[in-house]
């Protein structure tokens, strides 16, 4: 078999068969084939797609190229969830406690953050003292007891997905559907999960900008996840605003908590307790979504989330007073408020901007070795279809600078206000099984 009779096929539209396809993702894992040919293919796959059956073996071809997670010792129907990223998202921090309330096993592998969107780990790291790495003994035995522990990927996921990604960064090739469904995916079965919940997120601040497109995504990746065995449901949620009002490692620790005890932010409610209620139908611990959401909302009210958080905390040795007393957590040194320019109503708020902004702030990352700093962040006092007076805070910056200049600017870059009323956006667009 020869990779140049593979570029060509697939340039001219051509189905790749399961022995091309794995020639390829081996070849290239293991450096026989040069990035020049996997860049040709790749940029073939972008302009000629692929079957959903070509899109299913590239995926388990980049699955089966490395290590696979086995959680077979854990009891229980585990299911895992997937956000495709977006600014201020901490709701695995409420899903995770919130679904290990009702029973469900939840092990969550996670990584750190790079640019403007932080990583779980990180932001975890808020909480002095919480420790992310352990034995696979040692996770196992944490989701076996409190059902739920979340710890820094180890092993080889899915290198050939690793690999691939790099060069379709720089090849203009990331924006193709199968080759996003496969990368998410083959990370996702190489993990282990039984089923997995999908948050496809749409809008100005997500990968896929039109709900069109995002629809489509969801919907590869659940055909991908159906047809290798594992039962999958795609949420499309918002991304044309920071979900949320809060953005940074502490910020969002702190806003997840206050959810955990009850408290009411809509978006980040609401769309918590929809990805929560789909995980534990598919955990086959609850009939249908109504009666699953119900029994969820509760557990937010009683206490029961919030001590699902505590005992993940306890048990990975990190200190409860910052949870118990959400003003133990990290602060920053000023407290600086970023005025609007004009009175009306707020129109859009570019979330990767504000990413960005609290980036400059420290809470993420430039480069890999870039130092996270876990108490700065952003709090928005406003939020799309608000009213906003001239000189009224838009957001209050929590920063270590005094005069964090940089940030102030992107802050201001992100929102735009308008002289008519605007509507709030639409939260959950639909449901894909
Ligand atoms: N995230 C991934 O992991 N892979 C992609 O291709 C795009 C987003």
């Not at 909480?127 to 080889?156: P, R, S, W, Y």
């Not at 118990?324 to 408020?337: C, T, Y």
Request: glycine share 10%.
């Amino acid at each position: 078999m020869r990779m140049y009779d593979i570029i060509v096929k697939k340039r001219d539209g051509g189905e790749l068969t399961k022995e091309e396809i794995y020639f390829f993702v081996d070849g290239y894992t293991q450096g026989d084939i040069p990035d020049y040919q996997a860049s040709a293919l790749t940029m073939a796959i972008y302009f000629q797609g692929m079957t959903q059956e070509e899109t299913a073996t590239l995926t388990q071809a980049m699955v089966d190229s490395g290590e696979t997670i086995d959680l077979s010792a854990i009891k229980g129907h585990k299911v895992d969830k997937h956000s495709t990223g977006g600014v201020g998202d901490k709701v695995t921090f409420i899903v995770g406690p919130l679904v290990a309330s009702v029973g469900v096993p939840v092990a969550k592998m996670s990584g750190r953050g790079l640019g403007h969107t932080g990583g779980t780990l990180d932001k975890l790291e808020s909480i002095k003292g919480l420790e992310i790495e352990m034995t696979k003994d040692q996770f196992i035995h944490n989701v076996n007891t409190h059902k739920l522990a979340v710890a820094g990927q180890t092993g080889n996921l899915a290198p050939a997905d690793k690999k691939l990604y790099a060069l379709r960064d720089v090849t203009g090739t990331v924006d193709s559907l199968p080759l996003i469904a496969g990368s998410i995916m083959s990370k996702k079965l190489a993990s282990g999960a039984d089923g997995i919940v999908l948050d496809v997120k749409t809008g100005s601040g997500a990968f896929m900008k039109t709900l069109e497109d995002s629809k489509n995504l969801a919907q590869e990746m659940v055909n991908i996840g159906n047809n290798l065995g594992r039962q999958t449901v795609a949420v499309i949620s918002d991304m044309n605003q920071p979900l949320g009002f809060e953005v940074g490692n502490a910020n969002e620790i702190k806003e997840a908590a206050e959810i955990l005890q009850g408290k009411n932010v809509e978006d980040l409610r609401e769309l918590s307790l929809e990805l929560a209620s789909h995980m534990t139908v598919l955990a086959e611990v609850f009939n249908s979504y109504e009666e699953a959401y119900e029994a969820l909302a509760k557990n937010l009210e009683n206490g029961k989330a919030f001590q699902s958080l505590r005992n993940l905390v306890e048990a990975q040795n990190g200190d409860v007073s910052m949870i118990d007393n959400l003003d133990n957590l990290p602060k920053a040194k000023h407290k600086i408020d970023v005025k609007a320019e004009k009175s009306g109503y707020i129109a859009a708020i570019d979330a990767e901007s504000i990413g960005i902004a609290a980036m400059y702030l420290g809470a993420g990352r430039a480069t890999k070795d870039d130092e996270i700093n876990h108490g700065v962040g952003i709090t928005l006092n406003k939020k799309i279809g608000d009213w906003v007076e001239e000189g009224e805070s838009l957001v209050v910056l929590n920063s270590d600078d005094e005069e964090p200049q940089a940030s102030i600017t992107k802050v201001l870059e992100a929102y735009s206000i308008a002289d008519e009323k605007v509507e709030k956006p639409t939260l959950i667009y639909t449901v894909i099984k």
